[in-house]
Structures are given as C-alpha cells and as structure tokens.
C-alpha cells in the first residue's frame, strides 16, 4: 500500500487514539493542542514518507514522532508550566522529562474517557456529535460542516463553545461512577447511533455512503462492549443493529457509486459474517427487562437481512416499527414503517397512512408517495416523483429518482 492510500487509512484509526492520549494527559482545556499535534504528526508522516518511503511499522513510527513533537512542545512554550514543571524536574534526563503512554489499555481506557467526557449532558446533542466527529473520527471543519448542513463558521462557533464548556465545567477525562453511568451512557449511545446514520446515509462529499464513519462508530461500541461496567443490553443492541446495517455495505451501491435500493440487492454480496455477529449480539442484548429503540431498530435490520419477500416478514417488520413509534417517534421511523405497512397490508391502505404524515420538509416524503402511487395512478407518482427531484439533497438520491421518472414515462 502506497502511503497516498496508507496514511488517509492511518488517521482515521491513529488520530483519536493519539488526540484520546493527549487530552488525557493534558486536561480537557489543552483539547485544542492535542488536536494540533496530532494533526503535526501527520503532516510529518505526509512529507517524511513521500521522499523516505513508508516505514516498517507506521503505527510504531507514529507513535514515536507524536511523543517527540509532545515532548518539543512542553519545552519551548510555557502553556503547561504549572502542570509540566514538576514532572521536569523530578526527571533524571530531559528526554525523559515526559512521555505519553500510548500503550494498547491506556489507549483504549483514553477513547472511552474522551467519549464520556464529549458526550457529557452539559452540551447540547449537536455539539457531542460534532467534537466526536472531529476528535474521535478525524474529520475537517468542511466534511463536519457537510454532515450537520451548516456553514463553516457555524461549525467552528460550535466547536469552540463546546470546548470552552468542558474546560469552564473542569470536565476531566475519566469513567463516571457506576451510579452516574447509565445516564451518561444513554447520550454516549445517541452520539454513536447519530454518527453511524451519517455515514450509512452521508451528505459529505457528495457520497452516500462513508463507511469509515460507519466503522469508526462500531469501533468506539465495541469499546463499550469489551468494558465490563458499559457492557449492557442496549449497548449489545446498538452494536447489533450496526453490523446487520455494515452487513448491506457492498450491496447498497454499484460499481460507479450509484445507490442500490434495498429490492435490488444482491443478497450475495451481504456479509454473512457481520450478520452472524448482528445475531450474536442481539441474542446477548435479550436479556433483563429493558426494550430500547436500539433493541426494536435492530430486531428490524435482522428482518432486512432476510431477502424472502413474505407476508410474515413484513408483518413482523410493521408491528415493530408500531412499538418504535410508540416509544421513540421520528420523521424517518414514521416513513419506513408506511413503507412496511404496504407490503403487508397493500398499498390501499398505507397511500392514506401515507398521506396523513404530512412530511413536506422531508425530501423522502415524496419518493415513498411516488413508490406507493406506482402501478395505481401513474399521473399521481409522476408528480410526487418529480417533487422528490426538486428537493433531493446528493447526486446518488436525484440518480434513483430520475430512473424511477424514467421508468414511469417509458412505461
């Protein structure tokens, strides 16, 4: 692998763990700098690679650099001199004076740190996900600002006050307590289930799908997973519902990127592997007596792993989705279950359902309209079909539709 395609690949799996390791050390109100030098040490990676070539273990050579560029930081600037000086002069050798542990447990126990400390109920929901999407994913002010549809300037305010809160509310990063854990935990899980929706249905860059997003998301629940005190139903629920989504990856797009809707898909490009594990994990989140969203969400994507196009399965998918609504509503829940109820009921019946939600500002509204009007009144899902057009927000959506558009005129 050329390090064009190595170091993007890298930053996505090395810039949390090293920003994770640096705010640990440094404290929340230094978060700026750990991104800062996180950032130098791929830069360095960048310039030293492209003439040098990549080194034997870049893992290893990152890590190395990051401590270097750490330790250079510490001893010409004055910023962390009330914390820092002790350390110094307690130090038998300068290059010993301080180096961050980047070994695997303080790496891993530094990400959940920082996931709790992102996702403390002191910010609003929007800001959690936008410093997860820089801090723990990597991403740029452009791609951040793509995902939540807002300006630059909007994003970077946004950043900065939520920076600025966790160092005012002297937020460190460390496990909440065993009593403090499932509420903190609820808005860690919103956060990881908004981060994987964008990237399993992604406006950045143009692109529908941003499977790094998708399995940075997993990685971050896999941690929760594996740490015992975390290791809860909804937990396993949430992780299930993402590897029977993951599982659909390869078959939800053709080979120029186009989108493939779900009744086309060739079954035989699904991830039998991730759907085993979506099964294994729901199975483990069946226990006590809590039924979350993520457990009903996820029962849903195992019946979509199922192409049989049966009654049954359909009529298990509605009445899922009736209990969805009932405990947590959404503009998308609301869609998908009309969706289901005209496959299992017929379309007689779900145009009307339809009808009643009243969805305008969703530019999926009118694409379901125009699906369920097909075959019924061709004049009718024309027009809902062209509506879609107008509002559709990527290229590959306007694709779908157009072919749709296409398919209706030539028939």
Not at 116 to 129: G, N, T, W, Y
Not at 203 to 224: K, W
Not at 255 to 263: K, S, T, V
Request: aromatic letters at 10%.
């Amino acid at each position: 692998m050329s390090h064009h395609e190595l170091i993007p690949h890298l930053f996505r799996t090395e810039f949390r763990k090293i920003t994770a390791v640096l705010c640990k050390a440094f404290g929340l109100e230094h978060m700026a700098v750990a991104e800062d030098l996180a950032s130098e040490t791929f830069l360095a990676a960048l310039e030293t690679w492209s003439y040098k070539g990549v080194p034997p273990n870049p893992t290893a050579w990152l890590y190395t650099v990051a401590k270097n560029k750490t330790r250079n930081y510490i001893l010409r600037t004055q910023v962390f001199a009330d914390k820092i000086t002790p350390l110094l002069q307690e130090a038998e050798a300068t290059q010993e004076a301080f180096s961050i542990d980047l070994s695997p447990g303080n790496i891993t126990d530094s990400q959940l740190q920082l996931l709790f400390a992102i996702c403390h109920p002191s910010l609003p929901v929007e800001s959690q996900v936008a410093l997860a999407l820089r801090m723990l994913c990597g991403l740029g002010i452009d791609e951040i600002a793509t995902a939540f549809l807002a300006s630059k300037d909007t994003i970077n305010k946004r950043l900065f006050r939520a920076r600025e809160k966790l160092r005012t509310a002297g937020i460190v990063l460390a496990f909440p307590g065993p009593a403090e854990i499932p509420a903190r935990l609820d808005a860690v899980m919103t956060t990881l289930y908004l981060l994987f929706s964008e990237g399993y249905y992604s406006e950045s860059q143009d692109t529908m799908l941003r499977e790094d997003l998708c399995l940075e998301a997993m990685q971050l629940t896999h941690l929760l997973v594996a740490y015992e005190p975390t290791n809860l139903p909804p937990v396993k629920a949430l992780l299930s519902l993402m590897c029977f989504h993951a599982s659909r990856f390869e078959a939800r797009r053709g080979r120029h990127g186009e989108p493939i809707l779900y009744d086309e898909q060739d079954e035989t490009l699904w991830n039998q592997n991730l759907i085993v594990q979506g099964a294994y994990f729901l199975y483990g989140a069946a226990t006590g007596g809590c039924l979350t969203k993520y457990h009903l969400e996820a029962t849903i994507a195992y019946w979509n792993t199922q192409k049989a196009d049966t009654p049954e399965k359909w009529e298990a998918i509605l009445q899922l989705y009736n209990q969805l609504l009932s405990i947590a509503y959404s503009p998308v829940a609301a869609l998908n279950r009309t969706y289901a109820l005209s496959k299992a009921r017929g379309k007689a019946v779900a145009i009307p359902a339809a009808e009643q939600l009243k969805l305008e500002r969703n530019p999926f509204y009118f694409a379901l309209l125009g699906e369920l009007y097909t075959d019924v009144n061709s004049a009718r899902a024309l027009q809902y079909f062209e509506q879609a057009l107008s509002v559709a927000r990527t290229a590959g959506d306007q694709q779908t539709i157009r072919k749709k558009i296409d398919r209706l005129r030539d028939g």
